[in-house]
């Protein structure tokens, strides 16, 4: 492993490089900042090393772009694209990303954003369901998010007007735009041609074993399986040894396999009976700060206390032990492969799709404590109640909602597990036990109206 030859002074720049790396698999000269590129190259021989032998992932280096290949073992529906405003993309930006990287491919060093859209239309009345009307605002506007995101990465650069300007009027606005071909070359390449593929399980997983020689023996078997938990230990917030097979549930135990990964990256690995959780102090590698700010971070830090103190409650009944459903991803691939136009693919060229939605062989499923919905909407009313007048304006109003998207988080963050009737919650939501809460009054440096001191705001210290 090339970081053990890193001088001490410098392995901090080292870990930043693959923090980096690993958080954005895409880095350009302006994405996510002009200081990425430059560090990752100081380090691309030994980082392209590293990546290889530590997860099979391939790191490929140039002047104006680093682009991490890795190795996809499982399906994360948590992780969508998103626009400018934190709006999840539905399947129409998806749409308009795809067919506006295709048209930015096939142009030349410039292109305007009303050539663009033009483009994107032309293609999209060859894909079923998908329509590009630019009289539509809900079309310009899904659009130019699409773009927006494109250009955020460096795909493409503003050089005149405003694609705002376009999508509020595209008969007076206009956007000129640079592109930048190393960057949309990079965006999408993938493992196999898409036109021959039947599934998008044949996407997953397998591609990064070892295959050097034709001869794969137990060593190469011990090393992939290596591979895999290190994926986890930098993909997943928590890894559970339940959750793995005993192959990996072995890697997992061996103080080496986290070892690795925190040299590497300069996370902190805090490891339970149940399993093992990389903590990142520097808070640049996980796409999710958690406790964090916002109203949402805030209350489900609130319910994580509530809940840990429930469950570890001696004086209260025994909570019903149930198993975690099944983690298969077959629903989402389902979706998935229902919208693959079949009517494109090469069936000759095409391979029959391997089955990973089987769950792992393990030897008793675990159970955790349930708390039913009831329990929660309880809570969530007291919490309310306690803390409400500090919460956003448009969550007050809706405490129900507010506690979905706790639990939703929750459940992001391997921290519980939402199941039908309730949530089961899961062993590491216990280090947020006994969470306590600090609310600092502002008052106003200079006091007006001295007989009304009731009106100071309390927040969140």
Not at 120 to 134: C, D, K, P, R
Not at 326 to 343: N, R
Not at 348 to 357: G, N, Q, R, V
């Amino acid at each position: 492993m090339r970081a053990r030859e890193i001088p001490p002074l410098a392995l901090d720049s080292y870990q930043r490089a693959a923090r980096i790396i690993l958080s954005n698999h895409l880095v350009t000269q302006t994405y996510p900042d002009r200081i990425a590129l430059p560090l990752l190259r100081r380090w691309a021989t030994e980082l392209r090393d590293d990546l290889l032998e530590l997860f099979g992932y391939r790191l490929e280096v140039t002047e104006t772009t680093a682009r991490l290949f890795t190795v996809a073992d499982r399906l994360d529906a948590g992780t969508p694209a998103k626009t400018a405003t934190d709006r999840t993309f539905d399947r129409y930006r998806y749409a308009y990303l795809a067919l506006a990287l295709a048209a930015l491919g096939r142009a030349g060093n410039q292109i305007t954003l009303s050539e663009l859209a033009d483009h994107v239309a032309a293609s999209a009345t060859q894909v079923e369901g998908i329509e590009l009307a630019t009289e539509r605002a809900a079309d310009r506007d899904a659009f130019v998010d699409a773009v927006s995101w494109l250009a955020n990465r460096g795909a493409i650069a503003l050089a005149d007007g405003d694609a705002g300007g376009w999508a509020a009027n595209p008969d007076a606005g206009e956007a000129l735009y640079d592109i930048d071909r190393s960057v949309v070359i990079a965006l999408f390449r993938p493992s196999r041609a898409l036109q021959h593929l039947r599934s998008i399980r044949e996407l997953l997983s397998g591609s990064g074993a070892d295959t050097d020689s034709a001869a794969f023996d137990r060593t190469a078997d011990n090393k992939e399986v290596a591979r895999r938990v290190r994926r986890a230990l930098v993909e997943c917030p928590v890894v559970y040894a339940a959750d793995l097979d005993e192959d990996e549930q072995l890697q997992l135990a061996l103080p080496r396999t986290s070892a690795d990964v925190e040299l590497l990256t300069g996370l902190v690995a805090e490891r339970r009976r149940e399993g093992i959780a990389m903590i990142d102090s520097s808070g640049r590698l996980s796409d999710i700060r958690f406790p964090g700010t916002g109203t949402v971070a805030q209350v489900a830090l609130l319910l994580a206390g509530e809940l840990a103190d429930h469950v570890l409650d001696p004086d209260a009944p025994e909570s019903v032990q149930l198993s975690v459903p099944a983690q298969q991803t077959t629903a989402l691939i389902e979706q998935l492969d229902g919208a693959v136009p079949l009517s494109g693919i090469f069936d000759s060229l095409a391979t029959d799709a391997p089955d990973i939605s089987a769950p792992p062989a393990t030897a008793e499923p675990a159970v955790y404590p349930f708390v039913e919905d009831s329990w929660i909407r309880l809570t969530m009313t007291s919490l309310v109640d306690r803390f409400g007048k500090t919460f956003a304006a448009g969550w007050q109003a809706d405490p129900e909602g507010l506690g979905r998207a706790a639990v939703a988080l929750l459940d992001r963050l391997s921290l519980a597990s939402a199941v039908p009737g309730g949530i089961l919650v899961l062993p590491a939501l216990a280090r947020y036990r006994g969470v306590v809460v600090n609310i600092r009054d502002r008052n106003p440096e200079i006091d007006l109206f001295p007989h009304s001191s009731n009106d100071s705001k309390d927040t969140f210290a």
